[in-house]
T-cell receptor, first 114, second 113 residues
Framework: AQSVTQLGSHVSVSEGALVLLRCNYSSSVPPYLFWYVQYPNQGLQLLLKYTTGATLVKGINGFEAEFKKSETSFHLTKPSAHMSDAAEYFCAVSRVKTGNQFYFGTGTSLTVIP | KAGVTQTPRYLIKTRGQQVTLSCSPISGHRSVSWYQQTPGQGLQFLFE???????NKGNFPGRFSGRQFSNSRSEMNVSTLELGDSALYLCASSLDGSLPIQYFGAGTRLSVL
């Protein structure tokens, strides 16, 4: 079975501060890992993905995440928060073996304080 | 290239009614997945269709059903609506292959009164 745990359902940061959103997964085999962002009344937009190769992946809007197999983690970071980063962020895991079935974390709501 | 299109965007129904939601995937994508999103439960997987066949199914009652047409468009049906079915229903499409990236539509907001 696979699962995704996002620590912290709500995170607040000051504008310009570091953003760190945590994600841990459990998987019996190396998974594919994703971060999605959701703005109010919209669907999910892909931020970045890890499949194979380099463990530090860069995404859109200045976000990046590092795959750490030993820690089963895939934390999302951004050096300097912007007001427009306020949104809901979801970590997800998938394996091709299971078809296109994604397992999502419960989400982290990011608030950016001016 | 057009994205994933879901219609309608908003729906209001009453208990006991049934509803059909539609999803048009990105051109060339043959896999369509459906999710229910609620504040309490987060994103829950309903089912996935590929080439008109249900390939994966989540843990939802039989009142929730779906189908996929030969042009990959998909519909989701919920019968005998309950208050707890109020949610944002999201559709995602993907190419079938070694990298299952899912692209999401804006969703259909269903309110059951």
């Amino acid at each position: 079975a696979q699962s995704v745990t996002q620590l912290g359902s709500h995170v607040s940061v000051s504008e310009g501060a570091l953003v760190l959103l945590r994600c841990n997964y459990s998987s019996s085999v190396p998974p594919y890992l994703f971060w999605y962002v959701q703005y109010p009344n919209q669907g999910l937009q892909l931020l970045l993905k890890y499949t194979t190769g380099a463990t530090l992946v860069k995404g859109i809007n200045g976000f990046e995440a590092e795959f750490k197999k030993s820690e089963t983690s895939f934390h999302l970071t951004k050096p300097s928060a912007h007001m427009s980063d306020a949104a809901e962020y979801f970590c997800a895991v998938s394996r091709v073996k299971t078809g296109n079935q994604f397992y999502f974390g419960t989400g982290t709501s990011l608030t950016v304080i001016p | 290239k057009a994205g994933v299109t879901q219609t309608p965007r908003y729906l209001i129904k009453t208990r006991g009614q049934q509803v059909t939601l539609s999803c048009s995937p990105i051109s060339g994508h043959r896999s369509v997945s459906w999710y229910q999103q609620t504040p309490g439960q987060g994103l829950q997987f309903l089912f996935e269709y590929f080439s008109e066949t249900q390939r994966n199914k989540g843990n939802f009652p039989g009142r929730f059903s779906g189908r996929q047409f030969s042009n990959s468009r998909s519909e989701m049906n919920v019968s005998t609506l309950e208050l707890g079915d109020s949610a944002l229903y999201l559709c995602a499409s993907s190419l079938d292959g070694s990298l299952p990236i899912q692209y999401f539509g804006a969703g259909t907001r269903l309110s059951v009164l």
